[in-house]
């Protein structure tokens, strides 16, 4: 079956940077589009970012345009979201996702999760 993994969650100051990776396997990595998620407490999960299958396609919420970038390795079959310039307000549970479309961002499958804390 399909599995997500993340890593690279960890503590960081405001103004910092973090990478998270998803290692996916279970399936033809090559042909998902993929994407992050996160979900601050008390509030509902939010979409971040999504990569189309070929690279060539990428959407990012508005919250994090110009802070974060998504990318992804097929040979590897990991997915990246790099953030920069972090602030408190991106402390959140981050989750990688496979998901049908980058119009829809419907998600078929969840990772477990990687947190992340912006400290002040």
């Known amino acids: 079956q399909v599995q997500l993994v993340e890593s690279g969650g960890g503590l960081v100051q405001a103004g910092g940077s973090l990478r998270l990776s998803c290692a996916a396997s279970g399936g033809t990595f090559s042909s998902w589009t993929m994407g992050w998620f996160r979900q601050a407490p008390g509030k509902e999960r939010e979409f971040v970012a999504a990569?189309?299958?070929?690279?060539?396609?990428?959407r990012y919420a508005d919250s994090v345009k110009g802070r974060f970038t998504i990318a992804r390795d097929n040979v590897k079959t990991t997915v990246y979201l790099q953030m920069n310039s972090l602030k408190p307000e991106d402390t959140a549970v981050y989750y990688c996702?496979?998901?049908?479309?980058?119009?829809?961002?419907?998600?078929?499958?969840w990772g477990q999760g990687a947190q992340v804390t912006v400290s002040s």
């Open positions: 990569i189309g299958w070929s690279s060539s396609s990428t």
């Open positions: 996702a496979v998901i049908r479309d980058l119009v829809t961002i419907g998600v078929s499958y």
